[in-house]
């Protein structure tokens, strides 16, 4: 397995894992964990690290220990296609 310990490299990863799910989000530690990155192990990262590093995504709480990461609804200006 590969480690991944740099935070934005984990975070384009945990963007990436939420792009291919339907719904476009997940708890944070099932993104780390889960065999979905096969063959990345990533290194354990504070959602507010993951929020810096990408602009595209945003955390809920989840739980009392639990976070949901989510993809940020984009916005467009009014008028614009």
Same mark, same amino acid.
């Given at each position: 397995m590969? !480690?991944? +310990? +740099? #935070? =934005?490299?984990?975070?384009?990863? !945990?963007?990436?894992s /939420?792009?291919?799910?339907a719904?476009?989000?997940a708890p /944070?530690?099932? /993104?780390l964990?889960?065999? #979905? &990155?096969?063959?990345? =192990?990533?290194?354990? %990262?504070?959602? $507010? %690290? &993951?929020?810096?590093e #990408? #602009? =595209? /995504? $945003?955390?809920?709480?989840?739980?009392?220990?639990?976070d &949901? !990461?989510?993809?940020r @609804?984009?916005t467009?200006? @009014?008028?614009?296609l």
């Open positions: 590969q !480690v991944i +310990d +740099d #935070s =934005r490299l984990i975070a384009w990863l !945990v963007k990436a /939420l792009y291919a799910r719904n476009g989000s /944070l530690k099932d /993104l964990n889960g065999p #979905s &990155l096969f063959p990345f =192990r990533l290194k354990p %990262i504070l959602a $507010e %690290i &993951l929020v810096a #990408s #602009s =595209r /995504l $945003e955390i809920l709480c989840h739980g009392l220990d639990g &949901l !990461v989510t993809l @609804k984009q467009t200006k @009014k008028g614009a």
